[in-house]
């Protein structure tokens, strides 16, 4: 049987170039990998030069299946190429070619794909409607991922900084890292417990603000703190401990960070400190922005305490920007993750009367919204991140079952959210807060996504 060529272009921000050295840098597989596919890198030699290899473990419907890939050509900033050694396909060949844009400043991106399918005669007649659809999600998100992410390059200052960073295994954490370092960033990540001696020697090793041997020339150099570590607030539900845990997480912890922060002679010039919209309590239809006072609740007094804690930094001179950060949606953490299996099983509809506002914002527009705080010396204090145009849990639950072609129906009766989930469920499913992004559209960030259809569609592949 003979081959089959796939080809997709994309017209690209930033030089070729720019372009290129994003895909050349470690990391650009697992950034443009869809968070649909069930795809696992094994290992990898993190490098694009001939030879070197990445193998992978996916799935193809109940089996897994390993993938081996190795680079042939390396043509920087034209070409690079890979090749399947072994895994789903009987053959599959991929080239990157990348060209200058219609202005010196832009870019273009082609990706060429020629394979064949396994199973011979048969298997190319059965197969090819599905992998033609499956090339087609792949590489329009692939795309899309890639043009948004250079796109937020050059919207602002060019400028590589060292970017500490706490919670760099949480969801947020791990995604911003990725896409800083794609970027051109240096990235340092804030640990806690005590560093042991194969951490001094790592070449990756990090800062231990929260040890007892902690020294403030550990931060020497640092251009930005971005403090995203804290107990999940969802994963057990709150006793009396559990709520002092979550407490000691945010604002012990970042208390003590912002003194050994402001104890520096030349400490970083901006604090990007996460923080929640429910920090607003529940309000209704109340429209929320920056200005709105704090409500009334668990989370609310969390919240006040965890940006009161970063008085110290700001005292010192350090430019504090809090993040209240809403509803971040993703197929692979938080709330989403937890929607998806009802929703595709027909069981998916709105918790208790879905009249509560949802306050969404696309995982990726959090991302945004970091690099832009950093890069945007005109930002500070509480910053709303959350998508122009939040929905009701109603309209969440209608949205996301018209995406999967599922019903939407069937409620979640509050008594019995209660009954399960207890003070949590008040707080974080029945609560209704409606939060504008004032200050993120004012000081002129673009979002990827305003809109919860297409935000759904891009992270689903539908």
């Known amino acids: 049987m003979a081959n089959k060529r796939y080809l997709r272009c994309v017209d690209l921000p930033g030089t070729i170039d720019q372009a ?73 060949h991929h080239a990157h070619r990348f060209e200058t844009g219609a202005d010196p400043e832009s870019s273009r991106m082609c990706d060429t794909v020629d394979y064949r399918l396994p199973g011979g005669a048969i298997g190319a007649v059965l197969g090819a409607g599905k992998a033609l659809r499956t090339l087609d999600a792949m590489f329009a998100y692939r795309h899309r991922t890639t043009r948004d992410d250079l796109q937020m390059f050059v919207d602002h200052d060019p400028e590589p900084l060292r970017i500490a960073v706490s919670g760099s295994t949480g969801l947020v954490g791990s995604c911003f890292n ?3 370092s794609l970027l051109g960033h240096d990235i340092v990540r804030l640990l806690r417990g005590e560093p042991t001696s194969d ?13 007892d ?3 403030p020339e550990s931060f020497a150099g640092t251009d930005a703190v971005v403090h995203l570590a804290g107990k999940p607030i969802a994963d057990k539900r709150w006793t009396p401990e559990i709520k002092q845990q979550i407490i000691d997480s945010r604002v012990t912890q970042t208390r003590a960070l912002c003194e050994h922060l402001a104890a520096m002679q030349t400490p970083p010039k901006v604090l990007i400190c996460a923080s929640a919209i429910g920090i607003y309590g529940d309000r209704g239809d109340e429209i929320l922005s920056e200005e709105s006072e704090i409500g009334e609740g668990f989370l609310a007094d969390v919240g006040r305490q965890w940006e ?33 299996l009802p929703a595709k099983l027909g069981v998916n509809g709105p918790v208790s009367h879905g009249k509560q506002w949802w306050s969404w ?14 890069k945007t ?10 998508a122009p145009n939040s929905v009701t849990c109603g309209q969440f639950a209608r949205d996301l079952g018209r995406v999967l072609h ?36 004012a000081s002129g960030y673009r979002f990827r996504f305003e809109d919860l259809t297409t935000c759904l569609r891009h992270l689903l592949g539908k």
């Open 20 to 92: 290129f050295a994003y895909h050349d840098r470690p990391g650009a597989l697992m950034r443009l990998i869809p968070p649909w596919e069930s795809v696992t890198i094994l290992r990898s030699d993190n490098s694009l030069q001939p030879g070197s290899e990445v193998e992978l473990k996916t799935k193809l419907g109940p089996l897994s299946i390993r993938w081996l890939a190795r680079h042939e050509l390396y043509h920087p900033p034209r070409l690079f190429s890979d090749i399947q050694v072994s895994g789903p396909f009987a053959y599959w």
């Open 178 to 180: 990725n896409v800083a």
């Open 199 to 211: 951490d001094a020697s790592a070449a990756d090793a990090g800062i231990y603000p929260w040890s």
């Open 213 to 215: 041997s902690f020294a």
């Open 308 to 340: 009161a804690a970063c008085k110290p930094a700001e005292e010192a001179g350090i430019r504090v920007v809090n993040l209240r950060i809403g509803l971040a949606l993703s197929p692979q953490g938080g709330a989403l993750q937890q929607l998806l």
């Open 361 to 374: 914002v696309a995982l990726d527009d959090v991302i945004g919204a970091i690099y832009h705080a950093i």
């Open 377 to 386: 010396p005109t930002l500070r204090g509480p910053v709303n991140v959350v």
């Open 406 to 441: 599922r019903p939407a129906f069937i409620p979640a009766p509050a008594p019995i959210l209660r009954l399960a989930l207890g003070e949590m469920a008040d707080a974080l499913l029945l609560a209704s807060t409606h939060v504008v992004p004032g200050k993120l559209q």
